[in-house]
Nanobody, 125 residues
Framework: VQLQASGGGLVQAGGSLRLSCVVS????????AGWFRQAPGKDREFVAS????????AYGDFVKGRFTISRENGRRTLYLEMNSLKPEDTAVYYC???????????????????WGQGTQVTVSS
């Protein structure tokens, strides 16, 4: 299973970005999926996740309604729509899939089995 994240970039505070993650190999519609992020000098942080059908979602406390996670199983793609971006959202964003608990929206990184390479998001003030 391979994951390819894209969509990161440089954006001003208050702006928006949409991250995508294409999953090849495996059975994407049988996986829970999520996004994490890691800023320099900080631990990896949970951003959002959803179950295999997209009916259950979970978000990190800092999101506060600004981000939306979604998926298109037919396209084998996971998305993260980010609005009202802040400088503190600057980080490398990683997508991941969990093949063991597809009916849940896991928030712990150790629950995920496969990871993408990350895409840089930089928010300027």
């Amino acid at each position: 299973v391979q994951l390819q994240a894209s969509g990161g970039g440089l954006v001003q505070a208050g702006g928006s970005l949409r991250l995508s993650c294409v999953v090849s190999g495996g059975t994407f519609n049988n996986y829970a999926a999520g996004w994490f992020r890691q800023a320099p000098g900080k631990d990896r942080e949970f951003v959002a996740s959803l179950n295999r059908g997209g009916s259950m979602t979970a978000y990190g406390d800092f999101v506060k309604g600004r981000f939306t996670i979604s998926r298109e199983n037919g396209r084998r793609t996971l998305y993260l729509e980010m609005n009202s971006l802040k400088p503190e959202d600057t980080a490398v964003y990683y997508c991941a899939v969990d093949e063991n608990t597809p009916h849940r929206a896991p928030s712990n990184d150790y629950e995920y089995d496969y990871w993408g390479q990350g895409t840089q998001v930089t928010v300027s003030s």
